[in-house]
């Protein structure tokens, strides 16, 4: 069983940083590519990175490239975001996920489609 637990999250000014982590559990994390999203009040759940089981290919949202970065460390079977220039339409619950091998993103790798493990969520506020 996969276990996903997120932190890092916080009440940050706007052009402050943030670096978000998720600690996984079990023996499949360096085999599995991975993914952050969020979902803020009101809205629909939207993608913000994922990467690869190697770390070599990244992905970002549009509303998110520049300003954040994906990054994880196999050793330590942790996920981060690294969160810079954050802005008040940041705030929201962020969330990690788990593509379970062998699957593959089958949607792509922004498609919440594409992973099998959530975490509970780390809350993000970004104030103006």
């Known amino acids: 069983q996969v276990q996903l637990v997120e932190s890092g999250g916080g009440l940050v000014q706007a052009g402050g940083s943030l670096r978000l982590s998720c600690a996984a559990s079990?023996?499949?994390?360096?085999?599995?590519?991975m993914g952050w999203f969020r979902q803020a009040p009101g809205k629909d759940r939207e993608s913000v990175a994922a990467?690869?089981?190697?770390?070599?290919?990244?992905y970002y949202a549009d509303s998110v490239k520049g300003r954040f970065t994906i990054t994880r460390d196999n050793a330590k079977s942790t996920l981060y975001l690294q969160m810079n220039s954050l802005k008040p339409e940041d705030t929201a619950v962020y969330y990690c996920a788990l593509n379970s091998p062998p699957t593959g993103w089958g949607l792509g790798p922004l498609a919440s489609g594409s992973y099998d493990y959530w975490g509970q969520g780390t809350q993000v506020t970004v104030s103006s």
């Open positions: 990467i690869s089981r190697s770390g070599g290919n990244t």
């Open positions: 079990g023996r499949t994390f360096s085999f599995s590519a």
